[in-house]
């Protein structure tokens, strides 16, 4: 494993911190309770339940090993808008065609599109990095390159 630190947003050490805790009490504990019940069905060398209990705990530990890192790594960057849109930031953009769209800026490990949670380091987060309200930015895409107006930078 890398020593680099992993900077995050508190939310995003918060849910992996959380996640971790779920898989180290109620994960572990369900996955021990499918392994009784396959030990105490008989026969193991044949238990296709017990070889997938047992590959349940393997990546479950494998998951926790996987959490247990990131966050030894962590560094919470705080929320701070004197410096324009960083990690945590919320930044409302227009396009050309005048649509609005939500992006919030964060880590890596907390990315999630569906939710408009974009890396830092995505070609948008790049280039959203440090903007202010009324800043315009170009973003190269596959296919040309996409300008936007910011609206807003906000920290909650």
């Given at each position: 494993?890398s020593?680099k630190s992993?900077?995050m947003?508190?939310?995003?050490y918060?849910k992996l911190?959380?996640?971790?805790?779920?898989?180290?009490?109620?994960?572990?504990e369900?996955?021990?309770?499918?392994m009784?019940r396959?030990?105490?069905?008989?026969?193991?060398?044949?238990?296709?339940?017990?070889?997938?209990?047992r590959?349940?705990?393997?990546?479950n530990?494998?998951?926790?090993?996987?959490?247990?890192?990131?966050?030894?790594?962590?560094?919470?960057?705080?929320?701070?808008a004197?410096?324009?849109?960083?990690l945590?930031?919320r930044?409302?953009?227009?396009?050309?065609?005048?649509?609005q769209?939500q992006?919030?800026?964060?880590?890596t490990?907390?990315?999630d599109?569906?939710?408009?949670?974009?890396?830092?380091?995505?070609?948008?987060?790049?280039?959203l990095?440090?903007?202010?309200?009324g800043?315009t930015?170009?973003v190269?895409?596959?296919?040309?390159?996409?300008k936007?107006?910011?609206?807003?930078?906000e920290?909650s």
């Open positions: 494993m020593n992993i900077p947003t508190q939310r995003g918060d911190a959380e996640t971790l805790h779920h898989l180290k009490t109620t994960r572990r369900q996955i021990s309770e499918n009784g396959a030990i105490a069905d008989g026969d193991l060398r044949e238990s296709a339940a017990y070889d997938e209990a590959m349940e705990q393997s990546e530990e494998a998951r926790i090993s996987e959490l247990e890192e990131q966050l030894h790594r962590a560094v919470v960057v705080p929320e701070d004197s410096g324009g849109a960083g945590g930031a930044i409302t953009v227009k396009d050309e065609k005048g649509n769209r992006f919030e800026l964060v880590g490990y907390e990315v599109v569906l939710k408009g949670k974009i890396s830092d380091a995505s070609p948008i987060g790049k280039a990095s440090g903007k202010r309200a800043d930015v170009e190269p895409l596959p296919k040309g390159t996409a936007f107006e910011v609206m807003a930078v920290y």
